[in-house]
């Protein structure tokens, strides 16, 4: 049943109440309800999460500059600027409306509690379910903006009127590209190939076909009939990242190749993102055997059809964040496999420190410490922008599937009676069932599985693991990977780890004015490993 709009509320409480305050009292606590519509023009009924978020109009005004404000959304970076409230759809009609009550499901407070005042809003109609991860994009219906006071004794009409366009896999924008990558961008979509393959250990695991996508990059000159094999280096995007954006690191590979920036290898840039966030290449009870399937079906393929080095000593793994805690885990995992990882700010490698948690510790919580004080999340510039807690109600109002925390259960998780992932901690309150952490330390720890089973993975994995990690990391990822340092140190391994003074997440692979300079000066390495006797040397261009 719809709840009465604050105004009836109003005129109920007044008839039953003899005190006017009391009846002004009673009428602030009415829920914010919001009008949405799709217009009797729409192709078909519409479905999927219904989002509105608000902002307050004079920041939002003077932060565009000319005053006009083309969107309204969250972010992750200020999660508390904006708020949003959600609801299912399981059916809008054209010409129908329905009421979204934007108390029930709110972050970072319901709205008919925000402070009162001029609002920008817009409804969004997600029907992919795929907002935490992506945002909005195509297939996505959204309202125009909306100027409202908030809160208001009506409901304001929003009107679901532009679908969004689909994004075109080459439709990388130019500002994104460096001078090297825009000069040889069109070169670049000859070389580039397209990996679509469809996983048999994945689609018996799901009961359907599940591909696994991604881009072959061959390097300048490559003859496909020739003698030469080159090493391969397999990469994977962070968390938010997709076949889309991994385009433009294919484009970003070959252009430096081209002008020597790069040495001349084969690149396989890999796509893992999937409904549930980003599956990282990790065996899992919920999202399948994804590693097994990468080393035992795809490599095996792509090095029948291209000249890649099918030695340990010739195919290397790199990638950042996720990534970067995929290629760590797929190097400890399956050390015969590849010849070294470099790894960059990656996810947490020893649980002990989780982004800042001792997931550990006697009742431990990821929303506050024993004494009371939130655990941080995201910094910049020294100061705390984001709260543990501050993401993960974010996260559960954007929806269900996708996000961040989300996603770490569908890869960590033992899988519980509903089918789904088992929650890490509970969402209300902060605290850690210590169940699921026993599952996790046992199959997902990094740093754990090291320290037991070192001496049958030192012959293979002795001095193959490249780490580098900001000091300065906008998720405290440098603490997590001080402690996989002093474990790797204890067992008396050969790693090497590397933390950059003052660097974050976002600038840690700047160097100069290039802001490719570590991922390029990583692949020299790599190369160095897999071809001791080159001559080729690193040539340092500004792009």
């Given at each position: ?480 990977a001080h402690k996989l340092k002093a474990v790797l140190d204890g067992l008396g391994a050969k790693s090497d780890f590397r933390f950059l003074p003052d660097r974050t997440h976002g600038d840690l692979y700047v160097q100069g004015e290039d802001r490719q300079g570590l991922f390029k000066q990583m692949a020299w390495e790599m190369y160095a490993v897999a071809r001791p006797q080159s001559q080729l040397k690193r040539i340092a261009v500004t792009p």
């Open positions: 049943m719809l709840k009465p709009t604050r105004g009836a509320l109003a005129l109920l409480f007044t008839g039953l109440l003899a005190s006017g305050a009391c009846a002004r009292e009673a009428a602030s606590t009415a829920h914010q309800l919001f009008q949405v519509s799709l217009p009797a023009s729409a192709d078909a009924p519409a479905a999927g999460r219904l989002l509105v978020f608000a902002t307050e109009a004079k920041a939002a005004k003077a932060a565009a500059g000319d005053g006009k404000v083309a969107e309204v959304d969250s972010s992750p970076f200020a999660p508390k600027q904006t708020a949003v409230a959600a609801r299912e759809v399981a059916r809008l009609a054209p010409g129908h409306k329905l009421l979204l009550d934007a108390d029930d499901l709110a972050f970072p407070t319901a709205f008919s509690r925000l402070p009162p005042g001029d609002y920008l809003v817009q409804a969004v109609l997600d029907p992919q379910h795929d907002y935490n991860y992506h945002g909005r994009n195509g297939g996505d219906l959204v309202s125009e903006v909306v100027a409202v006071h908030l809160p208001g004794d009506a409901a304001p009409s929003l009107a679901l009127t532009r679908t969004l366009p689909e994004r075109k896999l080459w439709d990388i924008p130019t500002r994104y590209m460096s001078q090297t990558t825009r000069k040889h961008v069109a070169q670049a979509r000859e070389q580039v190939q397209p990996i679509d393959v469809v996983s048999p250990a994945l689609s018996a695991f799901w009961g359907r076909p599940i591909h696994m996508r991604g881009w072959v990059v061959l390097p300048p000159g490559y003859d496909p009939h020739g003698d030469t094999t080159y090493p391969t280096v397999f990469q994977t995007h962070g968390y938010g990242g997709d076949l889309s954006t991994q385009v433009g690191t294919a484009a970003m590979v070959f252009g430096a190749m081209a002008e020597k920036q790069l040495p001349p290898m084969i690149w396989v840039v890999l796509d893992e993102s999937s409904p549930t966030g980003t599956h990282e290449f990790a065996d899992s009870v919920n999202n399948g055997p994804w590693g097994r399937a990468l080393t035992t079906e795809l490599i095996p393929a792509l090095e029948r059809q291209y000249r890649m080095d099918a030695r340990p000593s010739g195919r290397f793994l790199t990638g950042h964040s996720s990534g970067g805690w995929a290629t760590l885990w797929l190097q400890t995992r399956y050390p015969k496999v590849f010849g070294g990882t470099w790894s960059t700010s990656p996810d947490p490698s020893d649980f002990h420190d989780f982004t800042g948690v001792d997931l550990y510790a006697p009742g431990a919580n990821v929303y506050h410490r024993a004494d009371g004080t939130p655990y941080p999340l995201v910094r910049a510039k020294g100061k705390v922008i984001a709260t543990f807690e501050d993401f993960a109600r974010m996260e559960r109002v954007l929806g269900p599937y996708g996000g961040q925390m989300a996603s770490f259960e569908w890869v960590f998780s033992p899988r519980g009676t509903d089918g789904r992932p088992l929650p890490m901690f509970d969402r209300d309150t902060g605290e850690v069932d210590p169940a699921v952490i026993a599952y996790w330390r046992e199959h997902y720890d990094i740093a754990h599985r090291l320290q037991r089973h070192w001496p049958e993975l030192k012959p293979d994995l002795d001095g193959k693991i490249h780490l580098v990690v900001g000091t300065a990391d906008t998720f405290y990822l440098d603490g997590a």
